[in-house]
């Protein structure tokens, strides 16, 4: 973990992973468990997620780079911005799953009421390849029953778990992939969150629900109402040309 006092952002090498930033004085927008363990991808703040989404293929479940050491390649942080990129280098024979030659770049930065997160994925191979995958945000709220999600209701979705009854302030978990990639707006309890995201093809609403977060052996069994995920997201393969980049924003915005 990578973190100074003074700092609005912290961070973790492992993943390349935002953990903490704040808006409003010791009040983070992510979730993050205290049962996280360093050296391992934190639960909570910002994971990333490549070369594949969910189970969406033949690798392991969101990928490998969330649990892999990247290189902090810049940061420059004072009371009013911050600035943090990392970059991870992918050779073709380190991963016999995914052969290929890739440079990834996470890059973000805080000023003010505005909060970017860009994923970059370059091609270095001779060879064309394809990819899904996105961020993972855990942001914080003060409880399930006081949350609020506004933006989708027009748009295309489908459940994970069709059997179970989606209800957003419940206690059930929620596995919502919406085909849309418009504005979000939602409230925290404390305060309204408007959410952008460029490249990105879909948003993903994620809670493990209260016996969900009972098997997750990292997150605090109450603290499953402390959270939502909201992800930005490409559940459709990506085709990179060789030399060819994609590039996924989020924005994150204190209405």
Same mark, same amino acid.
């Given at each position: ?92 024979? /380190?991963?016999? +799953?995914?052969? %290929?030659? &890739? !440079? ?8 003010? =009421?505005? #909060? *970017? $997160? ?21 942001f914080a709220i003060s ?7 506004n933006g989708l209701e ?17 206690? /059930?978990?929620? +596995?919502?992939? %919406?085909? &849309? !990639? ?8 404390? =305060?309204? #969150? *408007? $959410? ?60």
């Amino acid at each position: 973990m990578v973190n100074n006092s003074n700092d609005l952002i912290s961070h973790s090498f492992i993943g390349a992973q935002i953990l903490s930033a704040s808006f409003v004085k010791d009040k983070n927008v992510f979730y993050l468990s205290n049962l996280s363990v360093f050296g391992k991808t934190y639960r909570g703040g910002v994971p990333v997620l490549f070369p594949q989404f969910a189970n969406n293929g033949n690798l392991r479940k969101h990928g490998f780079v969330r649990d892999i050491a990247w290189e902090l390649i810049y940061e420059k942080q004072n009371e009013k911005s911050a600035i943090i990129e990392y970059d991870y280098s992918i050779h073709e024979d /380190d991963y016999p +799953e995914w052969p %290929y030659n &890739a !440079k990834l770049s996470l890059f973000c930065e805080m000023v003010s =009421n505005l #909060i *970017t $997160i860009k994923l970059i994925v370059i091609n270095t191979d001779i060879k064309s390849f394809e990819f899904t995958g996105g961020l993972h945000p855990y942001f914080a709220i003060s409880s399930k029953k006081d949350l609020v999600i506004n933006g989708l209701e027009e748009a295309d979705y489908k459940d994970a778990f069709p059997d179970i009854t989606f209800n957003l302030n419940g206690n /059930d978990l929620i +596995e919502r992939q %919406y085909d &849309a !990639k418009n504005p979000v707006k939602f409230y925290n309890g404390e =305060n309204w #969150i *408007t $959410i952008k995201s460029e490249g990105f093809n879909n948003w993903m609403i994620w809670n493990p629900g209260e016996e969900g977060a009972k098997s997750i052996k990292d997150l605090p069994n109450e603290d499953w109402s402390k959270f939502i995920c909201i992800e930005p997201i490409t559940s459709k393969p990506v085709l990179l040309e060789p030399g060819e980049l994609f590039i996924g924003e989020l924005q994150i915005i204190l209405s």
